[in-house]
Structures are given as structure tokens and as C-alpha cells.
């Protein structure tokens, strides 16, 4: 098992042309993959403007597209040709007809590996994360997947603030939990309200980093869309919760980390808080 790996987030703002959209992360995978990063982890829809804000709307889903598909398919030419694992969070359209916020995994070898359904959807407040609307609840379960560079939970956005769903992918055997976001505030918020939420969201990720002895990989948007202003500050945070890396609030960037395994495996002599959990919970 490799000790060693560099993560590349990439953390933009999202335009209404889904056309720039792809076009500009394209052309920072590239960028991330020459810097040195062997997996690349993209923010929560990161094609598509975040639709789910109020009203309903039934036309939303034309934007959805299969796995396979046209960007998967793109993606999976880049991960071949410079042989990183990529992690895309998509709209998917399923051929029986159900719809899903998905984080598909694609190899280096440029296959997809496998795909994870968002297990927890918000529907409130309904003018800012009404997505329960739109997707279905992910029945698959945590799922953790083998890539070249190392094990890696997939958990989505909202899936942050479930302890049970880190648990779950830390006792598959994931390394590290990567969590593709679109998260911010309503610009009418108290200065006071949004440092809380803004804290309390790193907070509990790094917490489940020191809980499950893992690396935690956080990915968000920035720019206002609608209701919302997205905070950015993706970061990764180690096994006793350090942050390693932040990123701002309202930039575009290209957090480039290097992650030593051997942090996990020296922690666990001494904090062995996944062998002697008391509670065993099927798939927990």
C-alpha cells in the first residue's frame, strides 16, 4: 500500500454556460495534474449553477445526464492521459428513470470504478436547498473505493453533518473521505450567524477526521447564485485535525496537498478508536 499521495482540489465559481463551466475545469485538471495531484476531487455539481433553490421547477431536469455519459466520458479521456483518479459530482439520470446528486469515480486508467447516490438530501429551507425535489435518496450506502493512489469514502455535501456516514466509509477501510460541497449563506444573514455556520461546518469535518483517524478532503464553490454566497474555504485537514490547507472564500483555486498515510497508521497505535467501538452497527 502506497504511503504517500497529492490530492488537487479544485474549488470556481459556476457561470450559467455549462459549456465554460467544463471548459474551465478542464483546463484546471490538467493544470492540477501537472502540478503533481494523482486525485483530483471537483466541488458538488460543479457543471451546473445549484438549481435546487426554490420554486420547482420540472425543466431542471433536462439538465441531467447518464453514466455513462458526455462528461464522464470527457473526464475519463483526462484521467487516462494523465493517469489521476478523478472524482466528478454530476446530476445523474438513471435509465429506469430515477435521478440522483452522484459522485462518480474514475480511475487512471480511465474507466469509472463506481458511482455513490448521495445518501442524505436537505429539503429545508426550501428557498435555498430544496433538493429533495430532484434526487432521490441514495440507497446504495457508504461506499469506499479501491483507486491506484489509495482508499477514498465518497460522501457528498450533506452526508457532512451525518457522523454514521464517515464512520461507515472509515470502517470500509477508506484513507481518505472526500466531500464534494455547495454550501454558503444567505447574504441577509447576522455577521454573527454566518461565522457560526461557517465554523461549525469545518468544525464537524475535522472532527470526523480525529474520530475515524482518516484525511478529510472538502471541496465548495464560490460566487452568489441566486440566494445563496457560497463560502468556499475547501481544505484538508489530517487524522488528529490540523488543517493542512485552506482555500479562501472567494477565489478560484487549486489546493495542491500532499497526504502521508503513515499519520493514519501511527494514530491508530495510540487511538484505536475504531477497534474498540463498543456499538457495532451494521455498516458502521
Known amino acids: 500500500m502506497a504511503h504517500f499521495v497529492t490530492i488537487g482540489l479544485i474549488q470556481t465559481k459556476v457561470s450559467d454556460n455549462i459549456d465554460q463551466n467544463i471548459k474551465k475545469t478542464v483546463k484546471l485538471i490538467k493544470k ?6 494523482k486525485i483530483i476531487c471537483l466541488q458538488e455539481l460543479f457543471l451546473l449553477p445549484y438549481f435546487c433553490q426554490g420554486p420547482k421547477d420540472k425543466k431542471k431536469f433536462e439538465l441531467a445526464e447518464t453514466v455513462p455519459g458526455p462528461t464522464t466520458t470527457l473526464l475519463s479521456k483526462l484521467a487516462k492521459k494523465y493517469h489521476v483518479v478523478i472524482l466528478c459530482s454530476i446530476f445523474e439520470k438513471t435509465k429506469n428513470k430515477k435521478y440522483y446528486n452522484s459522485l462518480v469515480v474514475i480511475g487512471a486508467q480511465g474507466k469509472v470504478i463506481g458511482t455513490y447516490h448521495k445518501m442524505h438530501i436537505p429539503s429545508l429551507p426550501i428557498d435555498y436547498y430544496s433538493e429533495n425535489y430532484y434526487f432521490e435518496k441514495g440507497k446504495t450506502d457508504f461506499k469506499v473505493f479501491k483507486t491506484e493512489y489509495g482508499t477514498i469514502g465518497t460522501l457528498i455535501c450533506y452526508d457532512q453533518w451525518f ?4 464512520r461507515a466509509a472509515a470502517a470500509k477501510g477508506a484513507q481518505i473521505i472526500f466531500y464534494p460541497t455547495a454550501i454558503g449563506w444567505p447574504e441577509s444573514n447576522p455577521k454573527w450567524k454566518k461565522r457560526a455556520e461557517h ?3 469545518q468544525i464537524t469535518q475535522r472532527s470526523h477526521g480525529i474520530d ?6 472538502t471541496v465548495n464553490r464560490i460566487g452568489l447564485e441566486k440566494n445563496i454566497k457560497f463560502w468556499g474555504s475547501s481544505f484538508v485537514s489530517d487524522p488528529y485535525g490540523r488543517l493542512l490547507t485552506k482555500a479562501s472564500i472567494d477565489k478560484e483555486e487549486i489546493l495542491i496537498v500532499p497526504i502521508d498515510f503513515s499519520v493514519t497508521e501511527k494514530m491508530r497505535e495510540e487511538w484505536p478508536f475504531l477497534d474498540e467501538r463498543r456499538i457495532k452497527v451494521e455498516n458502521v
Do not use: I, L, T, Y
Open 212 to 217: 475515524n483517524n482518516v484525511f478529510v478532503a
Open 163 to 166: 457522523p454514521e456516514a464517515a
Open 32 to 37: 492540477a495534474a501537472k502540478q503533481g495531484a
Open 199 to 201: 465554523e461549525a461546518w
